[in-house]
């Protein structure tokens, strides 16, 4: 069993950074796939970036040259970090990780953007 606990989500203002960190439970080496999605009211969950094992990370368009997701083996995390933040990134961003075939989910958090 995975567990994934996001923190680092907050109020920013436009223009903005916030820097978003999944724990992992499992060694995050294990995972065959790892990522950050979001969900804004209204709407359908979203990817936003993914990293896949011996592959290059892959952003939705509407957030490349802006995010950028990375993993720390050392602090077992995977992180997001969001600059240049604008009102239409708000939204719940959940971690997602692969592992063995199954889908694991953290249990999100809020990122509001907003002067």
């Known amino acids: 069993q995975v567990q994934l606990v996001e923190s680092g989500g907050g109020l920013v203002q436009p223009g903005g950074s916030l820097r978003l960190s999944c724990a992992a439970s499992g060694s995050i080496f294990s995972f065959n796939g790892m990522g950050w999605y979001r969900q804004a009211p209204g709407k359908e969950r979203e990817l936003v970036a993914s990293?896949?094992?011996?592959?290059?990370?892959n952003y939705a368009d509407s957030v490349k040259g802006r995010f950028t997701i990375s993993r720390d083996y050392t602090k077992n995390t995977i992180d997001l970090q969001m600059n240049s933040l604008k009102p239409e990134d708000t939204a719940v961003y959940y971690c997602?990780?692969?592992?063995?075939?199954?889908?694991?989910w953290g249990q999100g958090t809020q990122v509001t953007v907003s002067s």
């Open positions: 997602h990780a692969i592992f063995y075939g199954n889908n694991y």
């Open positions: 990293i896949v094992s011996g592959r290059s990370a």
